[in-house]
């Protein structure tokens, strides 16, 4: 692996003021899988009018700074389409709302996986991208000595692995500390490393807390196409209604059919009503519409789906804007959570994409997908050094109970390639 890397500028080199080789190429862009195409809303809701459209029309116009400024972001690395779902084969007849499934069923029924430890599945999940360090780290430190050199491989590997220059530096300074020209095992350097990203995300490992004071609590979900939202709130109604609360979900992806019907199932299976209109409906009027049917129904928490969106797509963040100025207009301090769901392998694109929707959604905290599917876990230890948001959850598989809440010390020994 590092025989085939480039060499580029380490830390070593610019400390001992070596030559400057050219700067590193760009780091390569995740693998550009064929563009999900969104069907353009219709306008606004073509739905009867209801108590729900009335909050809409007076509507203030978006902020025309926050606009151009997403108008003017980045291209942005298209994420995977999303999978169609699988479980109901019949057409979808627009509806305008689905009533509350009758008997719960049992998600265990619904996932009959064998149970195994959660590190044991976080590390088989991480094996991408532990390989792809630990491995790396093998073939650096075998049989040679801790040098500029050595240390500068180590500082190419980190950078590819998504970990992000600053901290790839840090950990590099780290493992050189005190052991210069002194021979160094493998398994040392991933301990050093180990330690150095737990230290970067032991502050943002944070648990996602229901404020029970708050009913409906509200966590508004958003993020890219594709990006794992709506599996997400699926896996997430399994754990809460395990931890006995009522829930209530609004299929707030509007613009695929396929979303609704997936939310559904998950709805079905975990035997929590969802709050669903006909595709193409305004997603702000449902939101409203769910928000008013959950206090009502004196829900614990109400999840809404949103439709995925690319962040430099201006309107479909204006959309999402509304979504939340249209909550705030029956509860003002909700959403009470909002998280975005990143997948990981997107690699650098989620650093924009926490960027963006910080500043639309406000987003409170990060969900990571798809670390099962990717050698560039290391985004994660970017994402924490950089913006500093709370980790609640992360994703290393499609199953109910391929979602833990983040542990630094896990993920830290786990991408390290520790036992
Ligand atoms: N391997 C893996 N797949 C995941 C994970 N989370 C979600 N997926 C899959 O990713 C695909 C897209 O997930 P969705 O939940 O539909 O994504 P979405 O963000 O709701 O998509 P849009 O509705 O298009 O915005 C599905 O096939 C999921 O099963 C994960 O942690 N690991």
């Avoid at 025989?3 to 030559?19: A, C, H, N, Y």
């Avoid at 009335?54 to 116009?61: C, D, H, K, L, V």
């Avoid at 801790?146 to 493992?175: C, F, H, K």
Wanted: aromatic letters at 4%; proline letters at 10%.
């Amino acid at each position: 692996m590092s025989d085939e890397t480039p060499k580029k500028t380490g830390f070593f080199s610019r400390l001992f003021g070596r030559e400057q080789p050219a700067p590193k190429p760009e780091e390569p862009a995740a693998p550009p899988p064929p563009a999900p195409v969104e069907p353009e809303p219709e306008e606004e809701p073509a739905a009867a009018p209801s108590a729900a459209e009335a909050p809409s029309a007076p509507e203030p116009a978006p902020e025309p700074s926050l606009i151009d400024e997403l108008a003017a972001a980045e291209p942005v690395v298209t994420p995977p389409p999303p999978e169609p779902v699988s479980a109901p084969s019949a057409p979808v007849e627009p509806e305008r709302i689905e009533p509350a499934p009758a008997a719960p069923v049992a998600v265990a029924a619904a996932e009959p996986a064998p149970k195994r430890s959660w590190w044991t599945r976080l590390k088989e999940g991480l094996s991408r991208s532990s390989s792809a360090i630990g491995g790396g780290i093998t073939d650096i430190f075998t049989k040679r000595k801790l040098d500029a050199d050595t240390l500068e491989d180590l500082e190419d590997i980190l950078v590819q692995a998504d970990l992000g220059v600053e901290v790839s530096t840090r950990i590099v300074e780290a493992v050189g500390k005190g052991r210069y020209g002194k021979d160094i095992a493998p398994e040392e350097v991933k301990s050093v490393l180990a330690a150095e990203v737990e230290k970067v995300l032991a502050p943002v490992a944070q648990p996602l807390v229901l404020d029970g004071g708050k009913k409906p609590f509200v966590i508004l979900m958003v993020g890219v196409n594709g990006s794992g939202k709506t599996t997400t709130i699926g896996k997430l109604a399994a754990k809460f209604k395990r931890e006995g609360k009522s829930l209530m979900l609004a299929a707030g992806d509007t613009f695929r059919a396929a979303a609704i019907e997936q939310l559904k199932v998950w709805g079905e299976r975990t035997g929590s009503p969802v709050v669903a209109r006909a595709q193409g409906a305004d997603a702000a009027g449902l939101a409203f519409d769910a928000l008013t049917q959950a206090r009502e129904q004196n829900v614990d928490v109400l999840m809404i789906d949103t439709a995925g969106r690319l962040q430099n797509r201006a309107e479909l963040m204006a959309e999402l804007e509304k979504v939340v100025r249209v909550i705030r207009k029956i509860d003002a301090a909700a959403p009470h959570a909002v998280l975005l769901v990143l997948d990981a392998t997107v690699g650098q694109n989620a650093l924009s994409q926490a960027e963006i929707f910080g500043k639309i959604a406000g987003v409170t905290g990060l969900v990571m997908t798809k670390l099962d599917g990717t050698a560039r876990g290391g985004i994660l230890v970017a994402l924490a050094a950089k913006f500093g948001l709370p980790v609640h959850f992360i994703g290393i598989g499609e199953g109910v109970d391929d979602l833990e809440p983040f542990e630094a010390r896990d993920f830290a020994r786990a991408i390290a390639g520790l036992e």
